[in-house]
């Protein structure tokens, strides 16, 4: 009886060091790399928003981090990494995206993020092209204007900046690029070059979100009290 006994106790030790190895390699499974960043210097972050739900991967376990971000997917990024929302907006009728932008489809997977970032404050043309690539000088912008937004950041003296291609830029995302240098979001390549024009990639996108959101922690805005 007492070797019976035994045995069943070794039994439920082997059973639950089993589960507990199940729900371990879940977990991994869950937060694990995406195939194609190995070895990348953006891992570690695009990990890091990925185990937030700020990121997620084109399928396949791939993340696809050298393709081109299209307007949709930057936008889903940002009301993602700022939790945008407008559960507090009360509609006489039920928003659709393409009330917002004409070339929306309203049956897409973005449809959601684009109702939401027209509430945001951010100056997006009508004729946004969902499909359509951003180019780095609008990423960068946006992100740093919902940044500035959201963190309550004050306003800060711009230093003069040595920025090769500067005269590339559209003179309205200057400012903010100058400022995300600042924030030391981005950084400008071994000639000084930004490449405003240059299609902004899923990476590049990434740690720029990333660079960010740590940014608002090391800076938090003052609590006010009332």
Not at 5 to 23: D, E, G, H, P, T
Not at 128 to 147: A, C, S
Not at 177 to 184: F, K, P, T, W
Request: no cysteine; hydrophobic share 45%; net charge positive.
């Amino acid at each position: 009886m007492q070797n019976m006994r035994k045995r069943s106790i070794l039994r439920k030790a082997v059973f639950a060091a089993v589960l507990v190895l199940a729900l371990a390699g879940q977990s991994f499974a869950a937060v694990g790399s995406f195939s194609d960043i190995a070895g990348m210097p953006a891992q570690d972050k695009i990990l890091a928003l990925k185990e937030q739900g700020i990121v997620k991967g084109t399928g396949n376990g791939l993340f696809a981090p050298n393709a081109p971000m299209t307007a949709a997917q930057g936008i889903q990024l940002l009301v993602n990494a700022f939790d945008l929302n407008i559960d507090n907006i009360r509609f006489i009728k039920a928003p659709k995206a393409s009330d917002y932008f004409k070339k929306a489809d309203d049956s897409a997977w973005y449809s959601d993020a684009l109702i939401v970032i027209s509430f945001s404050g951010l100056e997006l043309s009508p004729d946004l092209d969902p499909n359509g690539k951003w180019t780095r000088e609008e990423f960068t912008h946006y992100l740093v204007t919902l940044m500035e937004k959201q963190g309550n950041l004050p306003k800060v003296k711009l230093l003069p900046v040595d920025i090769a291609d500067e005269s590339k830029m559209n003179v309205v995302y200057s400012g903010s690029i100058r400022r995300a240098l600042l924030y030391q979001l981005v950084q400008t390549d071994a000639d000084r070059n930004f490449r405003p024009k240059d299609p902004v990639t899923r990476s590049e996108a990434a740690v720029q979100v990333y660079n960010a959101l740590e940014y608002l922690k090391t800076y938090p805005a003052p609590a006010y009290s009332s």
